[in-house]
């Protein structure tokens, strides 16, 4: 059975980005609730501000799950990314991951590895990138496997990365690891630029695919734009998928209507 979820970001600089709730986490958790999701998904600046929040109480309080943790604040607030030219930046980009997978397995939740993932450039060309993309993947899946949780990677549209842009090159970018722990995030805005068939694209994915950010064609709630759920959810059940569908997307035309829009949606697409 695919759950719900719905993002609530906590990072400063990314108040105008594609979450449904911003900055206040105990409101979120009680609008979550009341609307009937299984889960919120956190956006936060570093692993010890997810600590800092009373998490546990407010997630036993309204009966929620944790469905994942973002790792994007690498990349907003501190630039770092995993192939950068720079070891020691590099390395803090590692250290950045982990502390994030360490707060999230607290509550059995996997991190994303979205913006961070970084591109390829002048300084450093693809196939270096590359692996060292699937350099951290592995040490980063395998220290997510000792915290009994998986790690997402999350293929971005062309204008984010340079790197998989496609379900099927991620697939082609994990396929070589030797972490079996690192399972893709499809997220139906990306994947309704890249793709020519979201739907295909997730049936070949197939066992690769632990996580799907639930959103519409024009990044706003499901509902909101013109993407063909019909289609979408018939491929997620042809491959099993019993993950998270959670809601990335702008609080259009505010937070509370978009959760709404959100879930009414999701209860019409996955019927139970
Ligand atoms: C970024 O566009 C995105 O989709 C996020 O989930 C990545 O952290
Ligand atoms: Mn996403």
Same mark, same amino acid.
């Given at each position: ?6 993002t ?12 449904v ?12 609730a ?26 036993q309080?309204?009966?929620? #799950?944790? !469905?994942?943790?973002?790792?994007? *604040? /690498?990349?907003? @607030?501190?630039?770092l990314?995993?192939? %950068? ?6 390395r ?19 991190a ?8 390829w ?6 196939p ?54 690192v399972k ?6 990306h ?5 020519? #068939?979201? !739907?295909?694209?997730?049936?070949? *994915? /197939?066992p690769? @695919? ?5 959103v %519409? ?24 998928f ?11 035309p505010?937070s509370?209507t978009?959760?709404e ?7 019409k697409?996955?019927?139970?």
């Amino acid at each position: 059975m695919i759950k719900s979820a719905v993002t609530v970001c906590i990072v400063e600089q990314a108040r105008k980005g594609p979450f449904v709730f911003h900055d206040d986490v105990a409101g979120a958790c009680r609008r979550s609730a009341e609307l009937g999701f299984d889960a919120v998904e956190v956006f936060a600046p570093s692993g010890d501000a997810i600590r800092l929040l009373p998490l546990r109480r407010l997630l036993q309080e309204n009966q929620l #799950s944790l !469905a994942a943790v973002g790792t994007g *604040a /690498g990349m907003v @607030v501190h630039k770092l990314q995993l192939c %950068d030219a720079d070891p020691d930046r590099r390395r803090q980009a590692r250290e950045f991951i982990r502390s994030i997978i360490d707060a999230g397995s607290e509550f059995g939740a996997p991190a994303i590895i979205g913006s961070m993932q970084g591109r390829w450039d002048d300084l450093t060309d693809r196939p270096t990138a590359v692996s060292r993309l699937q350099d951290a993947l592995n040490e980063l899946g395998d220290y997510a496997g000792t915290k009994g949780v998986p790690l997402l990677y999350e293929p971005l549209n062309r204008y984010e990365t340079n790197l998989a842009t496609t379900l099927h090159e991620a697939v082609e970018l994990l396929k070589p690891l030797s972490s079996p722990n690192v399972k893709i995030l499809a997220d139906l805005f990306h994947m309704n630029i890249e793709e020519s #068939s979201p !739907a295909e694209a997730l049936i070949k *994915a /197939g066992p690769f @695919v632990g996580h799907l950010h639930f959103v %519409d064609s024009n990044r706003q709630a499901a509902g909101r734009g013109h993407m063909d759920y019909s289609a979408i959810a018939a491929a997620l059940d042809a491959i099993g998928f019993a993950g998270y569908a959670s809601a990335e997307a702008f609080p259009i035309p505010d937070s509370d209507t978009a959760a709404e829009q959100t879930i009414k949606t999701f209860r019409k697409v996955f019927p139970r």
